[in-house]
Structure formats: C-alpha cells, structure tokens
C-alpha cells in the first residue's frame, strides 16, 4: 500500500517504497549482517520487483524506504498487517548512524499512531536477537517471556501501546534532538 | 574517581562489558554497543562529566579510545 507523503524528520526521511528501490532493498535483504535473524532470501532482481509491486498494492501494508538528509538510501522499515486498531512492525534493516536508526523507528511509529491512528502494535523476535529487543523496548515495548515456536526456535513477542510509545518519545526526544 | 575511572565505568555499566575489554572496544563490535547502546552511553557519559555534547561528536564516538580524544574537546582530560 502507498503513503503518498513523506515523514520527515531532522536526520531522515521515510517515503514508500517505490519499482526503483529493488536493487537497493534486495542488497539489504541479502546483507547477511543486517538479516542474520530474518529467514534466507534467495531470489532475483525480477522476484523483488514483483514483490514491490505487490505490496504496493497490498492493503494494510507499508514498506518504507529510509533516506538520509542528503537522499542517500540508508534503509527499509515496515508497518503492516495493519487489522482494526493494530499492526505489526518490522522489516528493519538499517545501516545509518544511531541518530538516524531511531529517528526512522521514531518516525514509523509515529505514522502508525498518529496517522493509522492505532492504538497498538506488536513486533515478533527471535529471542535471541539482542538488538531488535532492546530497539523495541527503548520504544516502550511490554515483552512476553521467551517462548518456543512450532519449529522449536526461541521467540519473543511484543507490544507497544500507544501510552507507553509517548512516554518513551519523551526520551528519546531529548536524546535526538539536543 | 579519576576522570578515568569515570570513563571506564560509563562504557563497562552502559555496555556490560568488562575493563579489559576497553581498549580495543569500537561501536557495532558487540551486540551491547549498538544504536540503543550508544545512546545510553552517551547519556552515561554526559552525566559523568556534567558536559552535553554535540551531534557531531556523538556520531564520531565510534571507540573507547575516539571517545577520549573527543572528550578533550570539553576539556575532559583522560
């Protein structure tokens, strides 16, 4: 599904993901030190091109691309599965600094809450990625305990209200914007 | 506590590493220093030395030992 604006903040800009951007996040998806938590992708230009176009279509699915402030593509971030006032939120691969890394998250949340207008969202990790976790708890995430899945692999679910994610912004204003 | 004592405690309590760690330490080398950690170290690191440092140096502390030279700045001598 397309946002046709763009969620600027003061180190990046998120706009939705466009044909032009499959080299790009099909680089990302196969960096094996940006995925080493996400399952194998093997597949072709032409596969994430249709992909693309797919979710662009896609109701209730947003796959944004982030860019620096000089337009340099530094990452993707998601929002989706978007069902009555929840979604989930992922398909983070970053490469930009810690400000830019938070301020995309920041801005993908506020999207969710404040254009969504959700009152919640969930995010699914394996247990033991250690950075996912604590990305999502600097964003007021309530975690369950560690649980394993139909494959036996250890995860952990999450969920951010939107009264925790506001409590939190505070912070991480303060950290981002001094 | 020294100046260096300071500086070593806010890396080994932000990041739960140990002092013989400290010397070759860089950002993204362990999970704990990671975008969330930075912060938090920056944070730690402010606090200790009453100082509020500048976007730019927070994007440079990239080591344990960057982080000194940054300090001069402030005139925080390690």
Not at chain 1, 119 to 135: E, G, S
Request: aromatic share 10%; proline share 2%.
């Amino acid at each position: 599904m397309i946002y046709e604006g763009i969620l600027e903040g003061k180190y990046v800009n998120l706009r939705s993901v466009e044909e032009q951007d499959a080299e790009f996040t099909l680089s990302l998806r196969q960096d094996p030190n940006l995925t080493k938590y996400l399952p194998k992708l093997n597949i072709t230009l032409d596969q994430q091109l249709a992909w693309i176009k797919k979710q662009r279509q896609q109701e209730g699915d947003y796959y944004f691309v982030v860019e620096n402030k000089k337009g340099i593509k530094i990452g993707v971030i998601g929002v989706y599965n978007v069902e009555s006032n929840c979604a989930e939120t992922g398909r983070i691969a970053m490469t930009g600094s810690s400000f830019e890394s938070i301020e995309a998250q920041m801005l993908s949340f506020d999207f969710a809450f404040d254009v969504l207008k959700l009152d919640k969202t969930v995010n699914y990790v394996m247990a033991d990625n250690i950075h996912a976790l604590r990305f999502s708890q600097l964003f007021g995430s309530k975690s369950s305990e560690p649980y394993a899945d139909n494959d036996g692999k250890m995860r952990i679910d999450g969920v951010i209200s939107k009264e925790s994610y506001l409590q939190s912004k505070n912070k991480i204003i303060k950290m981002l914007y001094r | 506590m020294t100046n260096l004592e300071k500086y070593n405690a806010a890396f080994c309590e932000t990041l739960n590493v140990e002092e013989a760690q400290l010397a070759d330490l860089k950002y993204q080398a362990i999970p704990e220093w990671d975008s969330v950690g930075h912060m938090s170290l920056v944070a730690a690191i402010e606090d200790a030395f009453d100082i509020m440092m500048e976007t730019d140096d927070i994007i440079d502390l990239s080591s344990y030992a960057k982080g000194k030279e940054i300090l001069k700045k402030y005139e925080v001598e390690i």
